[in-house]
């Protein structure tokens, strides 16, 4: 099999998708290596490494693990070899740090993995936060800092083992953001463009003895959307070719992100393009099987009855109606509020079901699960939950999310910026609290939901929440048997930043008819 280098591999979503592409029914890929600064992420990959050393299939007690039977420490106490290919795997390490991890024991650890393989594929990205147009608006006011982060060149780490080890073939992924961040007035794009093409002259390493050979590559989009592939043989192509829309690939998510694939010169070959689809694929669709669970309550008492008391009281509805609320959300609310009933619960990291996926059921399922993982519900404030109420009624009106301008005066968020606003002003963050809409790809899932579930509110009124960290997954495209390890917090942030492997598998079938 093909070894895969992967690194700032977040959770393995890119290592997911390329470990699980077939050729036929036999497996191309092999996962060599992953390198993950976070230590819950890394948690997580040593668990799928381990999930892997199981060709045939995991053990019993892997089950009995998802299932809280079994802690992770006797799960790898009672496999020892596979827990310790899956140690040596899976390496917590920060790229980029030499006084930690020195140059030398980094590139020792990649070319034992490779065990003189010629052939490999190097696969990943640089963070991204110093990318993202969000991370950018945080930091605007401190032009300096923003321009000094060092994530911003951590790509010449990247860059730096390319222009080492010289692989076939690279697939390096990052935030659409990218492409207008500037650094003392210039795109940081058009400069890391020009650095993959020629590794070795931009880390300064042309005839050093520590290369083999000089090396150059061409950089290739994975897809198209009505340009011709001629336009990526220009001197100075448009990087903004470069981005995938997901949602174009039958993934439910609107997902944009820069993916590129370089292919070293002297193999002189060219990709394929990845096939588009004018056809999307709704997000109820993948998540509509899941166990539906109601949100817990941040104040006061949590109970059943509490949360279905709390709910109703989701403002004065007649005051509403009279404050020029649409008639058929008026009526859809005043209807639905009657079936909020207190049958649900908030559901746990393992939440056992009967139901089996809707979509893709051969990709999500295994019988052997008998539930679901990580589905447990976060705690809202009661004025929240009413926002989301509100919010997942209006959608299934108008078909879409609902922008602060839209709400009645009385659920508007405390906030200054909304409740100054008046006609004929700009209101920043309109779109603060986004409900999923059922017949639609999902929205971006991003690391943000760590911090709160407004951008991800559940489409189906009567569970009033936000999406859990496994319907998260799903619209990420996760395997169900994919178990997210650390703190909520943590598997947020983790399913956010992560590839969606759907979309990796078939980047990596792009890969393998270049190598095979």
């Known amino acids: 099999m ?6 700032f591999a977040g959770p393995g979503g890119l290592s997911e998708g390329f470990g699980a592409f077939r050729a036929g029914r036999k497996r191309v890929f092999r996962i060599a290596l992953s390198i993950e600064k976070d ?8 668990l799928r490494s381990f999930f892997r050393q199981f060709p045939s299939g995991a053990p019993d007690a892997y089950y009995d693990f998802l299932r809280g039977s079994v802690d992770l420490h006797e799960l790898y106490r009672r496999y020892p070899d596979e827990a310790a290919r899956a140690n040596e795997e899976a390496w917590l390490a920060e790229l980029g740090k030499p006084e930690k991890y020195p140059i030398a024991a980094i590139d020792e650890r990649i070319a034992k993995s490779l065990d003189g393989a010629e052939d490999w594929v190097l696969i990943g990205g640089p963070p991204c936060q110093a990318y993202s147009v969000v991370g950018r608006s945080r930091m605007a006011q401190d032009r300096k800092k923003c321009e000094k982060d060092d994530r911003h060149f951590l790509y010449r780490e990247y860059l730096r083992i390319i222009a080492i080890h010289r692989p076939p073939v690279f697939v390096m992924e990052n935030v659409k953001g990218i492409l207008s961040t500037k650094v003392e007035g210039s795109l940081i794009i058009d400069r890391i463009l020009s650095d993959l093409k020629r590794p070795c002259e931009a880390i300064g390493e042309t005839g050093s003895a520590r290369l083999k050979k000089n090396v150059d590559y061409e950089l290739y989009p994975f897809a198209s959307y009505g340009t011709s592939r001629s336009l990526f043989r220009e001197l100075d192509p448009d990087p903004s070719g470069y981005v995938i829309r997901t949602e174009r690939h039958g993934i439910p998510q609107a997902r944009h992100r820069l993916i590129l694939l370089g292919i070293r010169s002297d193999l002189n070959v060219e990709p394929t393009m990845l096939p588009v689809s ?11 099987d899941l166990p539906r669970l ?4 941040s104040r006061g008492e949590d109970s059943p009855e509490d949360w279905v008391m709390t709910v109703r009281q989701v ?8 404050d020029g609320m649409d008639a058929d959300i008026w009526h859809l609310l005043r209807k639905t509020i009657r079936r909020v009933k207190p049958s649900l619960t908030t559901g746990g990291e393992f939440v056992p079901s009967p139901k089996v996926p809707v979509w893709q059921y051969a990709w999500f399922y295994d019988p052997r699960l008998g539930g679901v993982c990580n589905h447990a519900t976060r705690a809202h404030m009661p004025s929240d939950l009413w926002r989301y109420f509100f919010a997942a009624c209006f959608a299934r009106v108008r078909k879409k999310s609902p922008l602060l301008t839209e709400f009645p005066a009385c659920l508007l968020p405390e906030h200054k910026n909304a409740k100054n606003w008046d006609d004929g002003e700009d209101l920043a963050f309109e779109d603060r609290f986004r409900v999923q809409v059922k017949h639609r790809p999902s929205t971006t899932i991003t690391a943000h939901m760590s911090k709160d579930g407004h951008y991800f509110i559940h489409p189906d009124p009567i569970q009033c929440r936000s999406l859990t960290v496994r319907e998260a997954a799903r619209l990420q495209t996760f395997p169900d048997n994919y178990f997210f390890v650390g703190p909520r917090t943590e598997q947020y942030k983790q399913v956010g930043n992560a590839v969606p492997p759907l979309i990796a598998r078939k980047l990596a079938k792009v890969v393998y008819h270049l190598l095979k």
Not at 2 to 7: A, C, F, Q, R, T
Not at 282 to 288: A, D, G, K, Q, S
Request: charge should be positive; hydrophobic fraction near 45%.
């Open 2 to 7: 093909l070894p895969v280098i992967d690194l």
């Open 39 to 46: 230590p819950a992420a890394r948690d997580t990959l040593r």
């Open 278 to 288: 004018d056809q999307d694929v709704p997000m109820w669709r993948v998540i509509r």
């Open 315 to 322: 403002g004065d509805l007649k005051f509403m109606r009279d």
């Open 294 to 297: 109601r949100s817990a309550l």
